[in-house]
């Protein structure tokens, strides 16, 4: 992470020769004390992570979002605070420090930075916020590195005490790093909440994926974000795709921002609508239907 792109202690380019007070002052952004960033570089969560290790010394390690971004999880807020696991130490604007003490197997180096491993990262991230946000941080660091539920459950036994456990517990049943976008999250957890079984994610169909679906009943379901509508490439492919996935008996049920937000008994409805028509006869689809199911 030498790379003038990344953040750099002001106080050892001066030292090296590497830039001048007057350049340094020009040309690049104070992000905290002595850390610096080219002007006009964008700041993702993966930078200001590096930004905050540095600020601590290149002592401390880092937790919560900021490992997840040097884990590789996307989708991560780059104005939202580093996050420090430091034990002493003041405080720092846009920094959030957490003073837990963490056990040796919980901390691993990438980059030659100390993190938390994935396990103690979910360990954390699920346990605080909203149930919805924690759900999707988990499915993006689950996506990102392939980590299981099973690798997380033996950490909710080890610190049984801390806060947040409850969700915690929810959280893991619910994760899923098939998941590739945080309204593909939400578009499962509307299914999952409304009382359906889990869908499946990323289901191969021939040459196709489907976000999520039945596959027993061919129903599945997609997210379609702005670009589905506005490349013209991609609404090409997708006019392929929905054809030939009608041609081998699938029904696709297509979900946009509007109905995710606003609409979401309509998404149900209409997933539940096509289940019925498919043969499946879950009680639950008759008590959100109000129809009775044979």
Same mark, same amino acid.
């Given at each position: 992470m030498g790379d003038t792109e990344w953040p750099f202690l002001g106080t050892e380019a001066l030292r090296n020769g590497s830039v001048s007070e007057r350049g340094l002052r020009r040309g690049y952004d104070r992000i905290y004390?002595?850390?610096?960033?080219?002007?006009?570089?964008?700041?993702?969560?993966?930078?200001?992570?590096?930004?905050?290790?540095?600020?601590?010394?290149?002592?401390?390690?880092?937790?919560?979002?900021?490992?997840?971004?040097?884990?590789?999880?996307k989708w991560i807020d780059a104005e939202l605070p580093a996050e420090l696991f430091r034990r002493n130490g003041k405080k720092?604007?846009?920094?959030?420090?957490?003073?837990?003490?963490?056990?040796?197997?919980?901390?691993?180096?990438?980059?030659?930075?100390?993190?938390?491993?994935?396990?103690?990262?979910?360990f954390d991230l699920g346990r605080r916020g909203r149930r919805i946000a924690a759900v999707i941080?988990?499915?993006?660091?689950?996506?990102?590195t392939g980590l299981a539920p099973s690798r997380i459950w033996p950490l909710v036994d080890r610190h049984s005490g801390v806060r947040?456990? &409850?969700q915690l517990r929810e959280v893991l049943d619910l994760?899923?790093? *098939? @998941? %590739?976008? $945080?309204?593909?999250t939400r578009t499962r957890l509307v299914l999952v909440d409304a009382g359906l079984p889990r869908p499946r994610t990323q289901v191969c169909v021939g040459r196709w994926r489907v976000d999520m679906g039945y596959e027993d009943f061919k129903v599945g379901l997609e997210y379609d974000g702005p670009q589905h509508w506005e490349d013209p490439d991609i609404r090409a492919r997708d006019i392929e795709k929905y054809a030939d996935l009608s041609a081998r008996g699938w029904v696709i049920i297509r979900v946009g921002a509007e109905l995710l937000r606003y609409r979401?008994?309509? &998404?149900?409805?209409?997933?539940?609508?096509?289940?019925?028509?498919? *043969? @499946? %006869?879950? $009680?639950?689809?008759g008590r959100i239907l109000g129809k009775s199911v044979a």
């Open positions: 004390r002595d850390v610096y960033l080219a002007r006009g570089t964008e700041m993702t969560a993966e930078s200001r992570a590096v930004a905050a290790w540095l600020w601590s010394g290149r002592q401390a390690t880092l937790g919560g979002l900021s490992a997840a971004a040097l884990h590789g999880s720092a604007n846009g920094i959030l420090i957490h003073r837990d003490e963490l056990l040796a197997d919980e901390a691993t180096v990438l980059h030659d930075i100390n993190v938390t491993t994935p396990a103690r990262t979910a941080r988990l499915d993006a660091l689950a996506n990102a947040g456990l &409850v994760m899923d790093g *098939g @998941a %590739e976008s $945080p309204q593909e979401q008994r309509v &998404v149900v409805a209409r997933t539940c609508e096509a289940l019925l028509q498919a *043969g @499946a %006869e879950w $009680p639950v689809i």
